[in-house]
């Protein structure tokens, strides 16, 4: 199963050029981090039950 690499020190920069502090910025980058491990943890347990599904988490900062 692919691996998905998540560069947190350019999503932070990215965010910070939008305007967005650095505290919150590394705040934000961290929870991606988190939610994309736990996902990484339930397609591995639904693919180790034989069954296929894709999830999408949909992120909006306002």
């Known amino acids: 199963m692919p691996t ?5 020190l350019q999503f932070v920069q990215r965010l910070k050029k ?3 502090d650095e505290t919150q910025a ?3 980058a ?4 988190d939610v994309q491990a736990n996902a990484d943890v339930v397609t591995k347990m639904v693919a180790g039950c034989g069954v296929r ?10």
Not at 30 to 33: D, F, I, K, S
């Open 26 to 28: 590394e705040a934000i």
């Open 18 to 20: 939008a305007g967005i």
């Open 30 to 33: 961290e929870a991606v981090r």
């Open 53 to 62: 599904r894709g999830v999408l988490i949909r992120w909006e900062i306002a």
């Open 4 to 8: 998905l690499t998540f560069d947190t």
